[in-house]
């Protein structure tokens, strides 16, 4: 998929090529519409981070401290907000520390328009899930997307239950960063061209008490296609062509 990094959304010129985010050049330092590539910042035309006590990041806004700017760190962390996680000593991760005030419920989206020549039908998505399992209460990370007219966050999203996820409730006393690879197909998409995809990955508290685990989402890749009809026509012929060899065999 050709992609460009376009104010407004990442922008879909062809089809059938991954697109990926990795979050190697992430330092935790906020969100941006206009990213100095030297600050490790995201650029907020794409991402939009919702459900922290400092507010939300809208798309094209400017967060660059507090809750959505806790810098880099190996986990293990107290505050609440937005880091980008060492899971290894070579790998950084778009990282969340829940609290009781951020993400309980939260949001990362991403913004994605359709424009190429093609009406999409169908979404394959896959991405890793790390978790720090370091605390005694259970939170979720789910998956859900929608498709929109509009550029803005669509009041509802499709939730895929099978890429939802619970960390555990009891901690693990010698708690690593593990990693949960997670991936789907999404057929009969409606994703016209001009139209918006948003993919959404939200948290919230499920069971336990005290506090929670952390969680770094990494190596998101998106491939979208356009799958043609099967006219009645080329229905017809094969039907048509299979009569024909039939009969040969009598």
Known sequence: MAASQMNAAVVITA?????????????????????????????????????????????????????????????????????????????????????????????????????????????????????????????????????SASDTIPPSFNNVAELNYTSEGAKDASAAWTRNSKSTNIPFLSFEPDEFLFLRWTGDDVGGSGSRDEFALDNISITVSAVPEISSTFMGMIVCVGLFHRRRRH
């Open 15 to 147: 089809l059938d090529t991954p697109l990926v985010f990795d979050f190697q050049s992430f330092t935790g330092s906020g969100f941006s519409p206009n990213p100095d590539p030297s600050a490790g910042q995201l650029d907020s035309d794409n991402w939009s981070v919702t459900g922290l006590s400092d507010g939300d990041v809208a798309f094209g806004g400017t967060k660059t401290t507090g809750d959505f700017a806790r810098g880099t760190s190996d986990g293990g962390v107290a505050t609440g907000g937005v880091y980008a996680f060492k899971t290894s000593t070579t790998n950084t991760a778009l990282g969340i520390q829940p609290i009781a005030e951020d993400f309980t419920p939260g949001s990362f989206i991403l913004r994605l328009e359709n424009k190429s020549l093609s009406a999409i039908t169908n979404l394959s998505v896959s991405y890793d899930l790390f978790v720090l399992n370091n605390d005694d209460r259970s939170n979720s990370f789910n998956f859900g997307f929608q498709v």
